[in-house]
């Protein structure tokens, strides 16, 4: 288990590993490459990487915050795929609810406002479970033009320093 397991990429991997190891994380990462070299996955492995026990130069996928972490990808992923098969628009994004590590993607074609909204609207707020919140957006290009400088908004504002914790874009 663990950066072992990522195949390729050797050179990305010790990036991510280094601003780990070094605490030097940033608010925000983007991850850009062509379909299928794992940027998904490394972003989902730095994830656990930042709750794990025996964090963060690595993770370990058998520790108590490593399972949650990959119980909320699981919950995240379950609703995502419920709401896509939701016809009516308005439905789709009722009741949202993000768990301290979640993951975002496009519910139709785009990454619906909403869904940024939803984010903005937990980013200022104390995690439950992790030290701090982490959202993964996945294909992100296809967040809805109408949702892109509400983002930029919480980008630019990063939560409050004086709480103990740090919310994380990756
Ligand atoms: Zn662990």
Known sequence: MGFDTFL?????????REMLVGGRVPGALLFTGPDGVGKKTLAL???????????PQDFCDQCAQCLKAGQMLAAS???LARRRDIKDSARRVEGLVYF?????????KFILIEQIRQLRAVAYTRPFEFPRRIFIIDE???????AVDLLLKVLE?????????????L
């Open 157 to 169: 504002e990063p939560p409050d320093q004086l709480h103990p914790h740090m919310s994380q874009f």
């Open 77 to 79: 992923q379950e609703d």
């Open 140 to 146: 992100a290009q296809a967040i809805h033009w109408q």
């Open 100 to 108: 301290d590590l979640q993951l975002i993607e496009p519910l139709t």
């Open 8 to 16: 390729g990429n050797a050179q990305t991997v010790e990036a991510v």
């Open 45 to 55: 492995m730095m994830a656990k990487a930042l709750v794990c026990e025996r964090g």
